[in-house]
């Protein structure tokens, strides 16, 4: 991003030494058609939009527009990833390949399944990958699970960001650990981004509230009946959160009303 538009940013999302406005990370999958993507992401207001590389058409094929066409560059911040990756070998060559193709793009997701059931993260190959990557250059996000531990080992490493998931990818269960989120979001130095896992809008301004840096989502948006007025409900959604984690909520005053009103100077 160039200088004018980081200083034009109050409260900027900051990864790898890059700012960007929006704390709303989209997908590219599942949509319909590339029209219904183009207009889903343009309503969600994202700056980074994630694909991914073993499955997505890139470019034009057969006389069909590949995802780029619909993707202008000077408005969006690709982020390949390596989803349907099983081992850190696939995962590296997926990543250095999207380097080839975008040109020397070195901010990527990194995604190491475990199994085809659940995609929880295969946490041994994922620290192995990211070794690898970023030995080789590359500013590395990484889908991980909720584990303070793991988040810890992944910054100290060198990762730009943690995307602990909230549940199981393509789930919409919500979040159902926060506590572990808490958790690592007191310690961690770099941003924290929710991956996987998101519903509707009121998890994302969950997500927000408790301190993510921002959340990451796609079936979430893709799946709603209406993509594009869900992708307008999870913009505002983020940014309530972030607010509202900002102005700080008030105490919770449990078994006790506490009313809102003087409780001196009544009328008799």
Known sequence: MNAPYKESLTDPLVIGGQYFGSRLLVGTGKYRN????????DASG?????VAIRRMPLTATDGEPGLLDVLPPKRYTL???????????????????????????DLVKLEVLGDQKTLFPN??????????????????????????????????????????????????????????????IAEAKVPVIVDAGIGTASDAAVAMELGCDG?????????????VLMATAMRHAVSAGRLAFLAGRMASVPYRAVASSPQTGLIE
């Open 34 to 41: 590339l029209t219904e993507t183009a207009r889903a992401l």
């Open 46 to 50: 994202a700056e980074i939009v994630t």
């Open 79 to 105: 982020l390949p990833n390596s989803a349907g990756c099983y081992t850190a070998d696939d995962a590296v060559r997926t990543l250095r390949l999207a380097r080839e193709l975008l040109d020397g793009h």
């Open 123 to 184: 946490m041994p190959e994922t620290l192995r990958a990211a070794e690898v990557l970023i030995r080789d250059g590359f500013r590395v996000m990484v889908y991980c699970s909720d584990d303070p531990i793991q988040a810890r080992v992944l910054e100290n490493m060198g990762c730009v960001a943690v995307m602990p998931l909230a549940s199981l990818i393509g789930s919409g269960m919500g979040i159902l650990n926060p506590w572990n989120l808490k958790i690592i």
């Open 215 to 227: 959340v990451l989502m796609n079936t979430a948006i893709a799946h709603a009946r209406n993509p």
